[in-house]
């Protein structure tokens, strides 16, 4: 092994960090799809990648494992949508993501209760719970959109894997 091909964290380890992310039902998935749908959002993201954040810590967590499924689903109640910048691609070019936020007390407190447990690192202010319902949308007017169209937001299992911190290169 080459020098340059071992990876270095802030941990001093040669692991990745660790991310963790949310699915919803199948029920959540479709209506979130229809309503794409129906108000023609560009580039939607496509169903098996629909997901909530609940952890990116660039710090690997070796002691963190997902919850999978939940005995009882989370509620989640859509509040607003917004456009936010995202990550660069490979030519350094940034795209608008349109997100749809949603309150949902259960996932925030485990997002908490994670980021307790394990010290994890965590590269932005606060904890947001959304849905990307598109990863590049232009200039796309939101005054139309109504977030209570959607309906609830259930969230049902956990997962996680090693941190990709180039991943909006292959999403965007």
């Known amino acids: 092994m080459k020098l340059d091909e071992i990876r270095i964290n802030e941990d001093n380890s040669d692991s990745k960090g660790t991310y963790a992310g949310v699915r919803f039902c199948e029920d959540t998935v479709n209506r979130i799809k229809t309503f794409v749908e129906e ?57 608008n993501c349109l997100v749809l936020q949603y309150d949902c007390d259960p996932l925030v407190e485990r997002h908490q209760s994670l980021m307790d447990e394990h010290e994890a690192t965590f590269d932005f202010e606060e904890y947001k719970p959304h849905v990307t319902l598109s990863y590049n949308v232009g200039d796309l007017d939101l005054s139309n959109l109504n977030p209570s169209d959607v309906g609830p937001i259930n969230v049902v299992s956990e997962y996680s894997e090693d941190l990709n911190v180039d991943w909006a290169k292959s999403n965007t």
């Not at 169903?47 to 967590?61: C, F, G, Q």
């Not at 936010?84 to 940034?94: L, M």
Request: charge should be negative.
């Open 39 to 95: 108000n023609e959002i560009p580039q939607p993201v496509p169903d098996e990648k629909m997901h909530s954040t609940i952890l990116y810590s660039r710090k690997h967590l070796p002691n963190y494992e997902a919850a999978g499924d939940f005995e009882e689903p989370f509620e989640g109640i859509p509040t607003e949508f917004d456009l936010w910048e995202s990550q660069p691609d490979e030519e350094g070019n940034k795209s």
